[in-house]
């Protein structure tokens, strides 16, 4: 039965519910009354539910499927300005009791290296992130209790935050680990997370439950209902997404929104952040061999359908997909991205041996993190090194209150161009900061408030000159 605020997994991702949307947005799929009428809904700006957003998605009508991803521009450029936030993942430990026939972690893949970084190992990569300019990490580890205890990753994240450097400081880390108990969740909200993120990979149960054949992560109950421990341990912020390439896309879509329906229904708040990963070749996997991959037409359609009806959630995109794919979906709703990434564990002070090769999947965009920066620059974006709302408290629906009152323009507008002029000081090849440097001065003028506006420019000021309050 489907029932949004149940906390059982097969309630609020009933299965039934998932194959009525997807013969409700068939039959809908042109429909161009309802079409336009749901495209004026989601102007307002509220959303829409899975099922609307199940409608659009299957939409086929070209003027049609133009205005929605207008509108997708649109909302994106009212929620989240010109900022893209910036992170770096850090894989810990690639120790997996998992059979995930995707994933090159499985635990019968012999020929990938198995590492686990210790504490003084993570400093040394930390402080290799620090001084690329990198202020927020996602940390992300293999399923295997024995190895990958809660206290070690209670000790990494202490280890992570305790590091200064120069002016370098991780101040934001969030963490993508296995499904774990209520208690564990409260020690890692103890610990200062950020976002805690967990992809369910598939919503299709019966996929799930073959793609997952062995391990802990075999049970599906246990992996969907973890956002909802998450949340009762106290963690506000939970990040989730789905593996693209695994089941049907439209499938995938409508289960997504409803985990999200539900979070916010049972919780009062939303998840926040999306993440849309898309399958890739790995060692020991082959991508090609699962046969659900989407295009870049339909994937750009996802971003955009996914902005549209959560417009108050960050999306985040990895270096999974290529410059040419980032640059698209950028326009349409994605608003954290990751740079200069590595997917093995250890690489990022030093390159890994040929023979001991241990990364997660193919990264497709191997740019730099000043490139990154750069590139984004010149296309009018604001790189944003920004982690107050985690450091003054506001987080869950503290925050998705701030963004709903539209307040987050005045306040995240400034701090991102204060971080960004202070990465520029710091870590900027000399090329990337003189770009920089202009289009700080250009978005300036753009902070509405006037008192606001002055505060920003003495502060910017002052970070020139070298002195930082
Ligand atoms: N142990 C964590 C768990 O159980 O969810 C996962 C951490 S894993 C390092 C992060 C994510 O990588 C997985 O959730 C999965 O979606 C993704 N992943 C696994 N294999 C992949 C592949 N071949 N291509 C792209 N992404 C993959």
Same mark, same amino acid.
Request: aromatic fraction near 8%; charge should be negative; glycine fraction near 6%.
């Given at each position: 039965?489907?029932?949004? /605020? ?81 992170? =770096? ?19 019968? /893949? ?58 370098? =400081?991780?101040?934001?880390? /969030? ?54 421990? =998450? ?234 000159? /070298?002195?930082?309050?």
């Amino acid at each position: 039965m489907y029932d949004v /605020n149940s906390k059982h997994a097969d309630d609020f991702i009933n299965q039934e519910e998932i194959l009525e949307t997807l013969a409700y947005a068939d039959e809908n799929k042109n429909n161009l009354a309802l079409i336009e009428s749901l495209i004026e809904k989601a102007k307002l700006r509220k959303g829409l539910t899975h099922r609307e957003a199940s409608v659009l998605l299957a939409c086929e009508d070209a003027d049609m499927n133009e205005k929605i991803f207008r509108l997708a521009e649109q909302i994106k450029k009212d929620f989240y300005g010109n900022r893209i936030v910036l992170f =770096a993942p850090l894989y810990l430990s690639n120790y997996c009791i998992n059979g995930c026939t995707y994933c090159p972690y499985h635990m019968k /893949n012999k020929h990938i290296a198995r590492k686990k970084l210790t504490q003084e190992e993570i400093r040394k990569e930390v402080i290799a992130l620090q001084d690329m300019g990198h202020k927020r990490l996602a940390l992300e580890a293999g399923e295997d209790p024995v190895r990958n205890t809660m206290e070690y990753y209670l000790d990494c994240i202490n280890t992570i935050y305790s590091i200064k450097h120069k002016n370098g =400081a991780i101040r934001r880390v /969030n963490i993508n680990i296995a499904a774990t108990t209520v208690d564990n969740y409260r020690l890692l909200k103890e610990a200062g997370i950020g976002t805690y993120i967990l992809f369910q990979e598939t919503y299709h149960k019966e996929s799930y439950l073959q793609l997952h054949p062995t391990g802990p992560k075999h049970d599906y109950n246990y992996h969907t209902e973890a956002m909802d421990r =998450a949340m009762e341990g106290g963690i506000d912020d939970v990040g989730v997404g789905v593996l693209f390439g695994l089941d049907k896309f439209r499938y995938e879509f409508a289960g997504l929104l409803m985990h999200a329906e539900h979070l916010e229904a049972a919780f009062g708040v939303g998840p926040h952040t999306i993440s849309v990963p898309r399958l890739r070749n790995a060692d020991d996997i082959d991508a090609d061999a699962f046969t659900n991959g989407i295009d870049d037409d339909t994937f750009a359609k996802i971003v955009a359908c996914i902005r549209i009806a959560v417009p108050y959630t960050g999306m985040i995109i990895s270096t999974r997909e290529s410059q040419k794919t980032r640059e698209r979906v950028l326009h349409l709703g994605i608003s954290q991205i990751s740079g200069g990434s590595r997917t093995s564990v250890g690489g990022y002070c030093e390159p890994e041996p040929e023979d001991e090769k241990s990364e997660q999947f193919d990264v497709i965009d191997n740019r730099t993190l000043d490139e990154v920066v750069r590139w984004l620059m010149e296309m009018d974006y604001l790189p944003s090194f920004c982690t107050a709302c985690y450091r003054e408290g506001r987080t869950g629906d503290r925050f998705m209150s701030l963004c709903k009152s539209g307040q987050i323009q005045n306040c995240c507008h400034p701090n991102a161009l204060m971080t960004l002029e202070e990465y520029l000081m710091d870590y900027a090849s000399p090329e990337t900061k003189a770009i920089g440097d202009k289009l700080i001065d250009k978005e300036v003028l753009n902070v509405p408030n006037e008192k606001a506006r002055q505060v920003v420019l003495e502060n910017l000021r002052l970070i020139r000159e /070298n002195n930082r309050r």
